[in-house]
């Protein structure tokens, strides 16, 4: 049977967003994915698209090691200083000795590009692994344990959303950020999330429907204290209302 003109006008689609990953030029998520799919219905099996990658590092023997282990790889395309294409990179991978000044000059500047960052390092004491994270670091390995595999682990952890730290960097990081919040942030009645814990119940109570009035009834508070903890709450993630206050709090857990 001929194929009907939806399928021929798909095929077309694909033929694009295909020569797009294939030149390295910048193909949406979305039109890859649906690209997958509509090659999927017709029966074609279809490779994940390559991970656009570029690498950064002042030491140029260091950056160039962590080029030759990924140049070899068919799950990343990888994007060099002469590339014109190098800021549409989806992961920037960052090799260092250390984490300092101009190595977190670098993630600072990767991350006001909004690029997710994976971070090569010769060591990481906790200051340094901490600023790090501050910095928008999603994955962490150190240089010896950075074989090929574990770079695209990495990588592909990052290029996703997620992160991806040794056990034990990871238990030292968690410590920390237990002794933050013991120490500093609780004697203050503060927490991670960014919500104090009067925050927190005000918020679940108007995602309740209770208007202010019942809040500080329910928490004996004046109604005026009410109105301006929401007031704050609204300016400190600059929302618009105490709906938008709500919803930001449902949607990233904070209540």
Known sequence: MPPTREERVMTMADIHVLSQVRDGRSASHADVDAMARGLEVRGVTVSPPRIRVSVYGSDPILRAGVIGQLRPRPEVLLFTDSDSDSDAADVAVVTSDGVDEQTLGTLRR???????????????????????????????????????????????????GHGSLPPDVLGRLLTHVGALQRDILGPCGQVFVGLNPREVEVLRLAADGRTNNEIAEALSYAPRTIKGILHDITSRYHLRNRAHAVAYALRNGLI
């Open 110 to 160: 990767l991350r006001a590009h909004q690029r997710r960052i994976v971070l090569v390092a010769g060591h990481l004491d906790d200051a340094a692994l901490v600023a790090a994270v501050e910095h928008g670091v999603a994955g962490v390995l150190r240089r010896p344990d950075a074989t090929p595999d574990r770079l695209i682990t990495a990588i592909r952890a990052a290029a996703a």
